[in-house]
């Protein structure tokens, strides 16, 4: 067993903590190199293929998830992956924090186009650590060694084996070489890229339009001082945004409202920004103002100016880098936004409007061909804002690159899975191999106080009953993920595909209506108190 080999022997035997941050990154070079063979051999159907699906949200746990029940039901969002299965020979190995009930598993094997359920159940393998507290799960699997030996015994061929996380730092890489198995996903060493500082620079650099503004601010004087800029050359501005550098779903961002300031060059133009400055409004509202100026200087951040108009929208681009290098386009989609200053990610709807859809395409190429040459791999999005002007033409602005998974990775994948269709970005339509059309409509956050009263059980009779399921004659239906926080927060997720735009938002309609009306009807017959 030579130095320059990291295999799952190696990985047996070395202990991660007595090798270097350079050792590791040297072994996880050499490991990622045997990426692109895994994936040539994915597709030809070895019994000994594996997949090993490590969903965990290795993030600002303070700024995204919260509680360890939104973080299991985030880790849960991804069991859509289960339809992988679906080739009759790959084995997977589905890791969360908490064990998965087992009629949720039932409910995505149920899914699985032209496979027996109990045959994909048996080459399916759910491990659970049994820690339900709100570390990311990649943290508590490596202070676990034992379990990761168990995983390791799980995967049949190292070789032909490849781990899938959510989002990658240096515990996923960790992950990796104590599998001994390559990373789908972006060398954590490229983070600063996806950070709002660092896609700002890459913005610029690849000449993609983007809002104005300033980037490596650490301090509420950096922002002030920029903020004096800005207005110098854009007198106009009436607000800006103010965001973390590593802020998720727009839950670190905080609007600063500049009407009626001092005119630029003002002397006390820079006194009355502090004042505004003092004021913002945060996003998240759970967080106080000295806890955000505090996170802001220990990871830096932007601000920009924010883009307003008569008619403004939210799309992304999917894209992913594959192993040999290549980019893909996937899909387009239309967010949707909330929260207190509509900025929160709350769904979307796929594919975005054809008017500004190729638009939008275009400049998410250039920056994925650039990621690429960093030597990006796996799925990532840029988000957009796009303005409509006095002539009726859309202008966009990239916003963000996120170099992960998100929201509207499920539902897209979701749909593909189902009905092997693909996104054409020339007529920015999905069309699945009969020449049909198929549209979606999906969010994370239907969301009442009624919904605690319903199981998971409950849920699944209500589908039933009300023929929601998704309809694999028909391609068309509902189907619900984040069902783990359903009874403790009154929340859940769904994604709704119909065969038109209008089909799609009334099939989501109906089904929002009809969970909740059966949530009420439940809650009214709850038995009177002795």
């Not at 499920?410 to 996104?423: A, E, N």
Request: one cysteine or more; a negative charge.
């Amino acid at each position: 067993m030579t130095g320059d080999l990291w295999t799952a022997e190696r990985a047996t035997a070395v202990r991660l903590s007595a090798l270097s941050e350079q050792d590791r990154y040297r072994y996880f070079d050499r490991l990622q190199a045997r990426m692109a063979a895994v994936w040539d051999v994915m597709k030809l159907n070895y019994e000994d293929e594996s997949v090993v699906i490590i969903p965990s949200i290795s993030l600002d746990k303070a700024e995204t998830v919260g509680t360890g029940t939104i973080m299991e039901a985030y880790e849960e969002r991804f069991l859509f992956l289960l339809m992988l299965l679906r080739e009759p020979r790959l084995r997977l190995v589905y890791v969360t924090s908490m064990p998965v009930a087992p009629e949720i598993v039932e409910y995505y094997l149920s899914l699985l186009p032209g496979v027996i359920p109990s045959h994909a159940r048996a080459r399916l393998s759910l491990i659970a650590v049994n820690d339900a507290s709100p570390v990311p799960l990649s943290e508590k699997l490596l202070d676990r060694p034992q379990l990761m030996q168990r995983i390791r015994a799980l995967i049949p061929n190292p070789a032909r084996s490849h781990l899938v996380p959510y989002n990658t730092t240096e515990l996923e890489r960790d992950v990796a070489l104590s599998l001994g198995i390559p990373m789908y996903g972006a060398d954590p060493r490229l983070a600063d890229l996806g950070s709002k500082s660092g896609c700002r620079r890459l913005f610029a650099e690849v000449g993609v339009p983007h809002p104005l503004g300033a980037e490596n601010l650490r301090t509420v004087d950096d922002i002030a001082d920029a903020l004096v800029r800005m207005r110098a050359e854009r007198p106009s501005m009436d607000s800006a945004i103010v965001k973390l550098n590593e802020g998720v779903s727009g839950e670190g961002n905080a609007v600063v409202r500049l009407t009626g300031l001092p005119a630029p060059s003002s002397t006390d133009e820079r006194a009355e920004v502090m004042k505004r400055l003092q004021a913002m409004e945060l996003e998240s509202q759970t967080t106080a103002f000295e806890a955000y100026i505090a996170k802001y200087a220990e990871n830096g951040g932007i601000v920009e100016e924010r883009i307003v108009g008569e008619e403004l929208r939210s799309p992304s681009v999917q894209l992913r880098v594959l192993p040999s290098g290549e980019v893909e386009l996937l899909s387009t989609h239309d967010q949707l936004l909330g929260g207190a200053s509509g900025q929160s990610y709350l769904g979307c709807v796929f594919p975005a409007a054809a008017e500004y859809a190729r638009l939008i395409t275009e400049h998410a190429e250039a920056i994925g061909q650039r990621v690429a040459r960093e030597g990006a791999l796996g799925r990532f999005a840029v988000d957009f804002v796009v303005v409509r002007g006095s002539s009726g033409e859309w202008t966009p602005y990239a916003i963000e690159l996120n170099l992960r998974k998100g929201g509207t990775t499920h539902p897209f994948l979701t749909l593909q899975f189902l009905t092997d269709g693909r996104y054409d970005p020339v007529t920015a339509l999905f069309m699945t191999p009969a020449g049909h059309e198929k549209h979606l409509v999906a969010t994370d956050h239907l969301e009442s106080d009624l919904l605690r009263g319903l199981a998971p059980a409950d849920l699944f009779d209500i589908v039933a009953r009300h023929r929601l399921h998704f309809d694999q004659s028909r391609q068309v239906g509902i189907v619900f993920h984040m069902i783990s926080c359903l009874t403790e927060l009154g929340r859940v997720g769904l994604t709704a595909v119909g065969d038109t735009p209008a089909d799609a938002d009334r099939r989501y309609r109906d089904a929002s209506r009809i969970l909740l009306e059966e949530a009420r009807l439940a809650f009214d017959e709850r038995p009177l108190p002795v």
